[in-house]
């Protein structure tokens, strides 16, 4: 009866968390969108929020990496981490308070009132275009390659074997090192655009997850760990303007947009296949013989999770390729939606 209870309790507090977050996804996009207009604009957005959620983030992987890890201890994590997101709700309050909407801002957007049944009709046009097909396809697919935290710490506790504080410099030091790199980042996204962007990032993550999965180490598991992480966020930050681009060519081609549509979709998927990495994970350490209640896991256990942490992503990321090939977007289609795009919302003028 206790284990139905907890069941119930989780899954109602995950329902009010997705149905909250997944609203203030829609909103936060649809406001960036017409805050934003142009892609280089938005990929400066995207590297600013990755400073700013790696950052906020901190805590919360600091908490694990030092109370999950080797022998910390575990019974403080629960306070713990409520006290940092009640801090971080008070941040994010205190954020939007300053948040500048008037308006103006939206002023060069037609009003459009669709009833129920063409919302469908025009919803099913957009799953079907392929645009929006190739890139949902490819973020799906490669789900396991921005799903590297929780492989990171089953990895540094099981197989490494490492102390928290071992964890915690690692963690910390390579995230730190990468994050140097996210203007430079940036700029090539800008210079190369989104797809061959994102080809450009196959060196990273073949020499990270790979690396890391024969990893003997904790250095080389550490020099693996910052590969992974460059990778991560070198990937965010290429496909960052994909979603925006997609809502404004739609716009262009059809003169309505549909920017909560759009997003609404969007959440649809990510939102659905987002517990799927997890799924995948446990389930491959289990099929190896993973048991948490042991202090010392088998040499069985331990090659399952380098496949979880290494081999899965590595598989994932080259399986997205496919869908990324297809993608019909390069730089210059890229460039010309976002011209249109400041033309719509600023008459051409650049901020």
């Known amino acids: 009866m ?11 507090l995950l329902f009010i968390y997705d149905t909250a977050a997944t609203a203030y996804s829609i909103a936060y996009q649809s406001f960036m969108l017409i805050a934003a207009p142009t892609k280089e604009e938005r990929i400066d957005v995207g590297v600013i929020q990755n400073y700013l959620s790696q950052a906020m983030s901190f805590l919360i992987t ?15 994590i629960i306070p ?16 939007l308070r300053g948040l500048r909407e008037d308006a103006q ?8 009132h669709i009833d129920t049944k063409e919302v469908y009709k025009e919803a099913w046009q957009i799953i ?14 490669t789900g396991p390659v921005f799903f590297y935290f929780t492989p990171f710490l089953y990895y540094m506790d099981s197989v490494v074997q490492s102390t928290g504080i071992e964890a915690t410099v690692v963690d910390v ?8 790199f996210l203007p430079v980042m940036g700029s090539i996204v800008k210079k190369n655009g989104t797809k061959k962007s994102v080809y450009l990032g196959t060196i990273f993550v073949v020499l990270g997850y790979g690396g890391i999965f024969f990893a003997e180490s904790i250095w080389t598991t550490a020099a693996s ?14 496909i960052s303007p994909v979603g925006a681009l997609l809502i404004d060519e739609n716009e262009r081609t059809t003169g309505v947009r549909k920017t909560g549509l759009f997003n609404g979709l969007f959440s649809l998927f990510t939102v659905a296949f987002s517990s799927l990495q997890t799924v995948i994970f446990i389930n491959v350490i289990g099929a190896y013989g993973y048991d ?22 590595l598989a994932a990321f080259l399986l997205g390729l496919i869908p990324l090939a297809l993608y019909p977007f390069d730089k210059k289609k890229e460039d010309d939606i976002s011209a249109f795009s400041n033309n719509a919302r600023r008459g051409g003028v650049k901020m």
């Open 292 to 313: 948490g209640l042991l202090a010392r896991q088998s040499e069985s256990a331990m090659l399952g999770i380098r496949v979880a942490t290494g081999l899965i992503p």
């Open 62 to 76: 600091l908490i694990p990496t030092l109370l999950l890890v080797g022998d910390g201890k575990q019974e403080v």
């Open 173 to 180: 030091s390579t995230h730190v090192i990468a994050l140097l």
């Open 128 to 141: 079907k275009s392929r645009p929006f097909l190739t890139f949902i396809i490819f973020t799906i697919v």
């Open 225 to 238: 760990y910052v590969l992974i992480v460059f990778a991560v966020n070198y990937l965010r930050t290429a």
């Open 105 to 112: 801002m939206y002023e060069s957007l037609d009003k459009q």
């Open 2 to 12: 206790e284990s139905v209870l907890i069941f119930l309790l989780y899954t109602g």
């Open 80 to 95: 713990i981490f409520s006290a940092v997101i009640v801090a971080e709700a008070i941040f994010f309050t205190w954020a």
